[in-house]
């Protein structure tokens, strides 16, 4: 039961009792006083003598005003118990103290949807040290350590409020593609900047949210397959990627170094930069600014401006790397 729900009892409570008032001070000319004393002792069955003799049509809205006030207030305190028993006056609290915390935030990343993809996704993301915001209509179970915002992440002030437009990326895992495009827009709107990363359930949905603006759309029933076929012709292949990231600890990461930002690089050779040795990652590939990938490139490949180094390596040499180039 959400706090809106229990403000809506009180108003339909202090309703009767304005009601009850009224009608008793109108049909039997009682003082407003004792008009809601009697409204008081009738809703709340305790008994005491009515305060002037009640007239036929008295008599008839006793009974009505007994029927709606004692059904109200039996209901009431059922909701508000289950309301403080069930734990949701310490999750609105919490989820109060969490707006500030999300509010200091910057260069997060924003996981919309925390059903099964969200979830893994979140834990991943939370034990390779990312700061994570979960945005989900309804979170019953929610990590202590773990900033979360509840609401629709489809609706603009929801993605503002857990600070879209100072993150760095939006991951989209709600329920449908329909609801992923227009998070997508949403959230491109917001901050053309943001990286946003989208699940596609189905494959004809790939296109749609490239169209949305997705930077990148994971197509569920794509990597599956791909899998799938993938331990049928080279089981040995699949076989190393789990020995290299079992389970959520990751032992190995891919990063990436862009040219444009280090303006040292631009001009250098492979060789020059020699990563291998300065911090034991290793250069898989180079990304240039017309989406071309050159894999394992040469040694003397010369970096150009707009290229982007993909590299991979243990988490501490990721961090070396990280503490060199931008």
Avoid: W
Wanted: a positive charge.
């Amino acid at each position: 039961m959400r706090i809106r729900h229990v403000y809506t009892l009180f108003a339909l409570l202090l309703l009767v009792l304005v009601s009850g008032t009224l009608g008793y001070h109108l049909i039997e000319h009682t003082s407003l006083l004792d008009s809601l004393y009697m409204t008081v002792i009738t809703i709340s069955t305790v008994g005491f003598r009515e305060v002037v003799p009640l007239s036929r049509t008295g008599r008839l809205f006793t009974i009505l005003v007994i029927l709606v006030g004692v059904g109200l207030i039996g209901y009431s305190f059922t909701r508000i118990t289950s309301f403080f028993l069930e734990g949701e006056l310490q999750r609105i609290i919490r989820g109060r103290k969490m707006e500030k915390v999300i509010s200091k935030m910057k260069k997060h990343i924003i996981v919309c949807g925390y059903g099964r993809i969200g979830h893994d996704v979140s834990a991943i993301l939370i034990e390779n040290g990312k700061n994570v915001v979960i945005v989900e209509k309804e979170l019953k179970a929610i990590p202590e350590d773990v900033a979360f915002l509840t609401g629709d992440a489809t609706e603009d002030q929801v993605l503002l409020d857990a600070g879209v437009e100072r993150a760095t990326t939006v991951v989209a895992c709600l329920s449908s593609d329909a609801e992923n495009v227009f998070l997508t827009l949403s959230a491109k709107t917001l901050n053309p900047n943001v990286r946003v990363v989208s699940r596609s359930i189905a494959g004809d949905s790939v296109g749609k949210l490239r169209r949305a603006g997705a930077d990148e759309v994971i197509c569920m029933h794509e990597i599956s397959a791909r899998r799938m076929a993938t331990v049928i012709v080279q089981p040995n292949l699949v076989n190393l990627v789990d020995i290299m990231a079992p389970a959520r600890n990751l032992f190995l990461e891919v990063g990436e170094i862009k040219a444009d930002l280090n303006e040292e690089i631009v001009g250098a050779s492979i060789s020059q930069i020699n990563l291998k040795r300065r911090t034991g990652a290793l250069i898989l590939a180079v990304r240039q600014q017309n989406g071309k990938v050159l894999f394992n490139p040469d040694s003397d490949y010369k970096m150009q401006s707009g290229d982007t180094l993909i590299i991979m390596g243990e988490r501490e040499q990721i961090g070396k790397v990280s503490g060199i180039y931008k």
